[in-house]
């Protein structure tokens, strides 16, 4: 495994997912400790700060997942927004844990629930809230 790209987070990102690993139940509970331990190792930074080629949260994210060589656009939401985005992953989701806070080109060896891992690569940002003033989403 090689080592982790240092990630950005959004504080009140932070906070929001704060709250959904504090209340994650046992189906939920390999993934809120791996969001866990990206949270403890990203740099939290206040919303204004977020570069434009930062996935944050409600970002639409072109990524690649190197290890079934498949490309997908999703847009990374709150297990809430699921039902109401057409192109919705989870943060709560393996993968959707694996996207936050990397920047274009970063790519992640990310773990899944039932063994293994897969390894992730941002290729872009669609849309990020931050690039579009949008700091209380």
């Not at 806070?101 to 941002?122: C, K, M, N, S, V």
């Amino acid at each position: 495994m090689s080592p982790r790209p240092t990630i950005l987070i959004n504080r009140l990102d932070a906070e929001r997912l704060q709250r959904l690993i504090d209340n994650a139940d046992d189906k939920d509970r390999f993934v809120a400790d791996c969001l866990e331990e990206e949270l403890e190792r990203g740099e939290v930074i206040d919303p204004q700060e977020i570069p434009a080629d930062v996935v944050s949260m409600n970002s639409q994210v072109q990524f690649t997942d190197l290890t079934r060589n498949r490309q997908m656009i999703r847009t990374l939401v709150y297990p809430h927004s699921l039902a109401a985005t057409e192109d919705g992953i989870s943060v709560m989701a393996p993968i959707g844990a694996g996207l936050i806070g990397l920047r274009i080109g970063d790519e992640i060896d990310w773990p899944l629930p039932e063994g293994g891992e897969t390894r992730l690569r941002i290729d872009a940002i669609l849309w990020q809230p931050e690039r579009e003033g949008q700091f209380h989403r």
